[in-house]
């Protein structure tokens, strides 16, 4: 086989392969569409799911005798006008920092202080508890981050 035969197959292969690409490429573009689609109608339900539901406010609830403010799963609602005002807060300056947040800085900028020992427990609870109900991300080294 001479060198122009072997690059004569090589194109032909090559044409066979470009072919096959872009059938494949259209396939692709078109399920595409068709997710943009099923996205646009989805958040269109969900916008009016959540006017026909009204603005949701802070529930309080009975725990252990007293009256406490729920604290939805972000799955839940759908914005964080559900949370009690400290909790939304507290949501507002992890979302502002640049990176991962630590509990004294939250409660820094909470004006709380945290030279006093056991003073940041409470807010650290509260921090687990907005990760633990999906509004924020708890790092491994105790960090803070919103979610996006």
Same mark, same amino acid.
């Given at each position: 086989?001479?060198? *122009?035969? $072997?690059? #004569? @197959? &090589?194109? #032909?292969?090559?044409?066979?392969?470009?072919?096959? *690409?872009? $059938?494949?490429?259209?396939?692709?573009? !078109?399920?595409?569409?068709?997710?943009?689609?099923?996205?646009?109608?989805?958040?269109?339900?969900?916008?009016?799911? #959540?006017?026909? @539901?009204?603005?949701?406010?802070?529930?309080?609830? %009975?725990?252990?005798?007293?009256?406490?403010? $729920?604290?939805?799963?972000?799955?839940?609602? !759908?914005?964080?006008?559900?949370?009690?005002?400290?909790?939304?807060?507290?949501? %507002?300056?992890? +979302?502002?920092?640049? =990176?991962?947040?630590?509990? +004294?800085?939250? =409660?820094?900028?909470?004006?709380?202080?945290?030279?006093?020992?056991?003073?940041?427990?409470?807010?650290?609870? $509260? *921090?687990? +508890?907005? @990760?633990?109900?999906?509004?924020?991300? +708890? *790092?491994?080294? =105790?960090?803070?981050? #919103? &979610?996006?």
């Amino acid at each position: 086989m001479s060198s *122009l035969e $072997k690059i #004569a @197959a &090589r194109r #032909a292969e090559l044409d066979e392969l470009s072919e096959a *690409l872009a $059938k494949q490429l259209t396939e692709v573009d !078109a399920e595409r569409e068709e997710l943009a689609v099923a996205e646009r109608v989805l958040r269109r339900l969900y916008e009016q799911e #959540a006017e026909a @539901a009204g603005p949701v406010s802070p529930q309080p609830v %009975q725990v252990a005798g007293r009256s406490v403010l $729920k604290v939805p799963h972000r799955s839940e609602v !759908a914005d964080a006008s559900a949370l009690p005002v400290d909790y939304q807060r507290m949501l %507002q300056i992890v +979302k502002a920092a640049a =990176g991962p947040v630590m509990v +004294k800085d939250v =409660g820094a900028e909470l004006g709380i202080d945290a030279s006093v020992p056991g003073r940041l427990e409470p807010l650290r609870g $509260k *921090l687990s +508890k907005l @990760a633990r109900r999906g509004w924020l991300h +708890k *790092l491994p080294n =105790g960090t803070f981050t #919103a &979610r996006a």
